[in-house]
């Protein structure tokens, strides 16, 4: 979103896990982020971001200026917060299963440390993440399972235009990362790239960093399968 507008900023990259203490020692009121300091002021989450940004510097606006069509962003924007853990659940779990994985992730990463020796060390750091997230069989089992739906609805917010339409929204921005990351996934990427969601994930976000091997049983593959013809 910052890009989109224009807005020149310094990223600072924390380290999973411990990333939920150090915003907090940072000044800001929540463990989560995105997290930002926008003029002495402390902004975290991305709804609570897109809105800040379109008051700092309403064009290119992030919200259409209809009500309705308003209405429709937010709704889709509101969605699109909880769809995040999908992918944050299942990443836990293939990257305790492919820990070489966190390589390509952390390729362009700030963190001050040679990233073979971040990955040499992340056996806590996997443990408490997939902790955090609930990432485990069950669970990862139930989001595959779930999750041609949950592309059944962003492509149709493609058809009816709320998503991916000519001026990129502050709902595109919540949701296509989310589906990009899914697209690391090899064994999840056929799936996606069969649909509008996936060619909407790519002009949002062109280039995403990492990728995973294919890591899951085939059980758990089979609502996806179907969906590649």
Same mark, same amino acid.
């Given at each position: 979103? #910052?890009?989109?507008?224009?807005?020149?900023?310094?990223?600072?990259? /924390? /380290?999973?896990?411990?990333?939920?203490?150090?915003?907090?020692?940072? !000044?800001?009121? $929540?463990? %989560?982020?995105?997290?930002?300091?926008?003029? $002495?002021?402390?902004?975290? $989450?991305? %709804?609570?971001?897109?809105?800040?940004?379109?008051?700092?510097?309403?064009?290119?606006? /992030?919200? +259409?200026?209809?009500?309705?069509?308003?209405?429709?962003?937010?709704?889709?924007?509101?969605?699109g917060d909880?769809?995040?853990?999908?992918?944050?659940?299942?990443?836990?779990?293939?990257?305790?299963?492919? +820990?070489?994985?966190?390589?390509?992730?952390?390729?362009?990463?700030k963190l001050?440390?040679?990233? =073979?020796? *971040?990955?040499?060390?992340?056996?806590?750091?996997?443990?408490?993440?997939?902790? #955090? =997230?609930?990432?485990?069989?069950?669970?990862?089992?139930? =989001?595959?399972?779930?999750?041609? *739906?949950? #592309?059944?609805?962003?492509?149709?917010?493609?058809?009816?235009?709320i998503l991916?339409?000519?001026? #990129? =929204?502050?709902?595109?921005?919540?949701?296509?990362?989310?589906?990009?990351? *899914?697209? @690391?996934? @090899?064994?999840?990427?056929?799936?996606?790239?069969? %649909?509008?969601?996936? @060619?909407?994930?790519?002009?949002?976000?062109?280039?995403?960093? !990492?990728?995973?091997?294919?890591?899951?049983?085939?059980?758990? *593959?089979?609502?996806?399968?179907?969906?590649?013809?």
């Amino acid at each position: 979103m #910052l890009e989109h507008k224009g807005i020149e900023y310094k990223r600072v990259d /924390l /380290l999973p896990v411990a990333s939920r203490l150090l915003v907090r020692l940072l !000044g800001f009121p $929540g463990n %989560r982020v995105p997290a930002l300091k926008i003029d $002495g002021r402390r902004v975290q $989450g991305t %709804r609570e971001t897109s809105r800040e940004l379109d008051r700092v510097q309403p064009e290119p606006a /992030l919200f +259409p200026a209809d009500p309705e069509k308003r209405r429709a962003v937010e709704e889709a924007e509101a969605w699109g917060d909880p769809f995040q853990q999908l992918p944050r659940t299942i990443i836990w779990w293939a990257i305790k299963r492919d +820990p070489s994985s966190q390589l390509g992730f952390l390729e362009d990463a700030k963190l001050g440390l040679p990233p =073979n020796l *971040l990955v040499k060390t992340s056996a806590p750091v996997i443990w408490a993440a997939r902790r #955090l =997230n609930d990432s485990y069989d069950a669970t990862v089992e139930r =989001n595959l399972a779930e999750l041609p *739906l949950a #592309l059944d609805q962003i492509d149709t917010w493609i058809a009816d235009g709320i998503l991916g339409g000519t001026d #990129l =929204n502050a709902a595109d921005f919540q949701i296509a990362p989310s589906v990009r990351l *899914l697209m @690391a996934f @090899a064994d999840i990427r056929p799936a996606i790239e069969a %649909r509008p969601a996936g @060619a909407f994930a790519k002009r949002v976000v062109p280039k995403a960093p !990492g990728e995973i091997r294919p890591v899951f049983p085939e059980a758990w *593959l089979a609502p996806l399968r179907a969906e590649v013809v």
